[in-house]
């Protein structure tokens, strides 16, 4: 999954793709120190790629330690400025309660809203995880989480702050 996300980066500055470019590439060939490190200045720049891709990192602790919490609040920042593999990824983390309260309407709210907002095969990815999510919700349920989905707004947010030699994201 991302490696399709990596593949499928859009238009960014050029300097944003450059760092953005090393970093994929460097996750490509299995150097995740180094794509976890080029990843986090970027993300210090609130960059929304770079947040899920350093989301997904940290989820599963390539380059990184492995740490939910992080790994949420990285897809959150990423997700919150209407990038969709962020968005997918945060409705994957609510749906199984990883490093956030397990809650199926907020996962259906970003799983549709990473639908809403992808492209070709990942749209039908994102659309396949937020039906899978539907079956173990009430109607009234799925309700609430259609209605947050149709009035969420994209919006930038504060990059995060990270200690200086380790990149690690510090949650104040």
């Known amino acids: ?25 460097a996750y490509n060939r299995g150097d995740y120190v180094r794509a976890a490190r080029d990843l986090s200045l970027l993300a210090e ?23 939910y919490e992080a790994a949420a609040d990285l897809y959150t920042q990423g997700a ?38 992808a492209r070709g095969h990942e749209r039908d990815t994102y659309a396949r995880f937020r039906d899978a999510v539907t079956s173990k919700m009430s ?3 799925i309700a609430v989480g259609q209605r947050l989905a149709m009035s969420w707004t994209a919006s930038a947010v504060a990059p995060p702050v990270f200690e200086s030699a380790s990149r690690v994201p510090v949650y104040k």
């Not at 999954?1 to 590439?25: E, F, K, Q, W, Y």
């Not at 199984?96 to 996962?107: E, R, S, T, W």
Request: charged share 15%; net charge negative.
């Open 1 to 25: 999954m991302l490696l399709a996300a990596v593949v499928c980066i859009g238009a960014v500055p050029a300097v944003h793709a450059d760092a953005l470019g090393r970093a994929t590439a």
């Open 45 to 67: 720049q609130g960059n929304p790629k770079a947040l899920g891709l350093l989301g997904f990192m940290y989820e599963h602790g390539f380059g990184a330690p492995q740490a």
């Open 80 to 117: 919150v400025q209407g990038n969709p593999f962020a968005q997918a990824m945060l409705g994957l983390m609510y749906d199984k309660g990883h490093g956030v309260p397990q809650d199926f309407i907020l996962a259906y709210k970003w799983l549709d809203l990473a639908a809403a907002h």
């Open 139 to 141: 109607k009234d349920e």
